[in-house]
């Protein structure tokens, strides 16, 4: 099946939706039934829906059985659903994982996970997928009375596998439900397992959207907002800063957080992006906006020209975003603003449709020089002629030259795409990522919108010219985004001055392959990217996106890319976090003593090997 695929790349959709049916058998049958008499909830000033337990198979379990399980694809051997009926206690190993039951009547004691990219895997003692808050606190106050250890996974989007757990690991995604809508305030409460995409769909009908949005919209509501996610716009935080209100079910009992709390909300904010590390978060009160339409505009320009006019692109656009591509003198600039929806089968003047024949005949042509009649190149798109044309089967991504080549192949898309489109927002902030990947992103500060220091332009300067000086095979693009501050201590993001500007640059190595050798080469081949950027973090006072940081593999126990036999990088992260967030890892290990004081949520390696010691003032409020 893979020499199949490899050959023709599959539909991911497909290959994620084979999958779930295998593992969750008759399911699908009754799947169908219950979303045939699903009716959307009517529109209004409010909306409250009850979150008790529902006896029976819900239509949340089945979405979720053919939804978050799905888009895990291959790294979940078996889908697993919760047994009806009251939480039992437990005693000992084993015992927890007895009185749950595979889809399907099988019982199964360990389930195995990889991450969207492939870059990670777990194999858990068990996956629970409870229905409600109380069965939430049910495992989490058992695991603490037994010393085990808990995580909250979601999608398994991360790209380092943030979320997994060897022990329990704890997917709210049947705890979907939009809970109450306020016209008025346009404020949101949702449960956390709920996906972006399908909280989108239903705030259409009260013509209210998000803030803003990552690159895509797969992510749980409490994966998105607990591990920081962000979109781009100078004047627009990071998501976190948009959760008023949340639900945590601790290892100590459940707790009601808002930012009008007593304590001035200062363990709510702690809490809206602490990674999972003092509980599970099981519903969020988000503050949205009016549902809009956005003009972008995308042009390609040297980087002299985008030096030119950067302080005032930041500052006349909402969102503005570049993709720097490597080897080469083009930047693709993407702006979007708000603008009135187009009018119903009425072309709009001066818009031209564009050819897409002529936007990937530069891949198509590469592709077919490189490996002649073996692909039919008309059926795939831009990300799947880019895959290809890195693919370590029949060419070389490591040869520097080869990567000009597609670099340049990919410029010359991109200028046959300048123009402009009307969308909505959500259609047109979320972008396409490509296939599996390592990425590695991080964020800095860059003085202000109407004061900016020029950090972030010399930040990507100084990494271009260390990719030409050192001849690293850096593919494209190298995405540079940009937001305010957030108010959330654990943020990369975070100042106490909310017109603080913050740029974040992600650099990436795609994993093309199936092949193990093959992306054992890759990694390497990152960290060794890695390595040679480095030194700039120190020097920007940047910090890597908390989904994105690596721990190094000495730490780890692991063979992923950052070897570091010597617990060097190791302590260089500490020092990193320890300078930019020491006093607030330090509020965090005093805020996971008072919640979790037994680390049943804390003791992931992130936590105990980066955050923990590059914690300061541990008793500071």
Known sequence: ERERERKSPPCPAMSSLRLAVQGVGCGVRRWAAACSRRQPPLPGRSLQRSTHHRAGLSVSRSRVLLGSVAVVGAGIASAVAYTQGTPQ???GSGALEATFAVAGGDRQQH????????????????LFSPETEDEVLAVLLEAAAKGRRVRPVGSALSPNGLAFEEDIMVNVGLMDELVSVDTATKQVTVQAGARVSKLVEDLKLYNLTLVNYASIAEQQLGGFTQVGAHGTGATIPPVDESVVALKLMTPTGPVRLSKDDPDGGHLFRLARLSLGSLGVVTEVTLQCTDAHHLREELAVL?????????????QQNKHVKYLWIP?????VVLTCNKTAPPVQNAPAAGFKE????????????????KTGSRFEVNKFSFAQLRDLLLDPSFTDPHDVAWIKRVNAAEAEFWKRSEGWRVAADKDVLQFECGGQQWVWENAFEAGTLQQPSGADLEFMSEVLETIERENIPAPS?????????????LSPAYSEDPASLF???GVIMYLPTQDPEARRKLGDEFGRYQDKIWPLLPKYSAITHWAKVEVPSAAAGTDQAGADSDGTRLQALRDLYRARLGPQLGQLVKAQALLDPKRVCSSFPLFEHVLRPAATNPNTQ
Do not use: C, Y
């Open 89 to 91: 206690s437990f005693a």
């Open 111 to 126: 389930v195995s996970m990889d991450n969207w990219s492939g870059t990670h895997s777990v194999e858990a003692s068990l």
């Open 302 to 314: 040297t980087r002299a020209q985008v030096r030119n006019n950067h302080a005032r692109r930041l």
């Open 327 to 331: 080897h080469t003198d083009s930047v």
């Open 354 to 369: 564009p050819d897409e024949n002529k936007r990937l005949e530069p891949l198509r042509n590469l592709l077919k020089e």
């Open 477 to 489: 693009p190298i995405e540079q985004r940009w937001t305010s501050a957030s108010q959330s201590p």
């Open 503 to 505: 740029s974040w640059v």
